[in-house]
C-alpha cells in the first residue's frame, strides 16, 4: 500500500512541476509484524520470503496451537526455517 502512496506522491509532485529525488520516499516507517495478530497479507507484504502459501501456514498453525510465545516457535510452521526466521528477525514482534 505505501508504494502505491509513494508513486501517487511522485507522479502528483512530477505533474505539479517538483520532482522527488528517488521513489524510495516512505511516509511509514517499517515497523514489526505482531505474528500473532497479522493476517496474511500483512504477513507476506512485511516478511522477506514469506509469501501467502507461508503466511497462511503461519496463521493455521497460531490457530492450531495458540499464540506464538518465541520467535523459535516459527520454525516449527512448515515452510519456515533458521535461515528464514533469522532474515525477519528484526521485522517481527510477538505482542
Same mark, same amino acid.
Given at each position: 500500500? *505505501?508504494?502505491? *502512496?509513494?508513486?501517487?506522491? !511522485? ?7 517538483? /520532482?522527488?529525488? !528517488? ?5 511509514? &516507517?517499517?515497523l &514489526? /509484524? ?9 504477513? !507476506?507484504?512485511?516478511?522477506?520470503? /514469506?509469501?501467502? *502459501?507461508k ?6 498453525? *497460531?490457530? !492450531?496451537? +495458540? &499464540? ?8 516449527? /510452521?512448515? +515452510?519456515? +526455517? ?14
Amino acid at each position: 500500500m *505505501r508504494i502505491f *502512496r509513494t508513486i501517487f506522491l !511522485s507522479l502528483s509532485l512530477a505533474l505539479s512541476g517538483l /520532482v522527488l529525488p !528517488s521513489l524510495a520516499f516512505s511516509a511509514e &516507517p517499517n515497523l &514489526p /509484524v505482531n505474528i500473532n495478530t497479522a493476517d496474511a497479507e500483512t504477513l !507476506s507484504a512485511a516478511l522477506k520470503g /514469506v509469501g501467502t *502459501r507461508k503466511a497462511e501456514a503461519i496463521i493455521a498453525y *497460531r490457530e !492450531s496451537y +495458540g &499464540p506464538f510465545k518465541a520467535l523459535e516457535e516459527l520454525t516449527a /510452521v512448515k +515452510g519456515i +526455517g533458521e535461515s528464514l526466521l533469522n532474515k525477519n528477525r528484526d521485522s517481527i514482534t510477538l505482542e
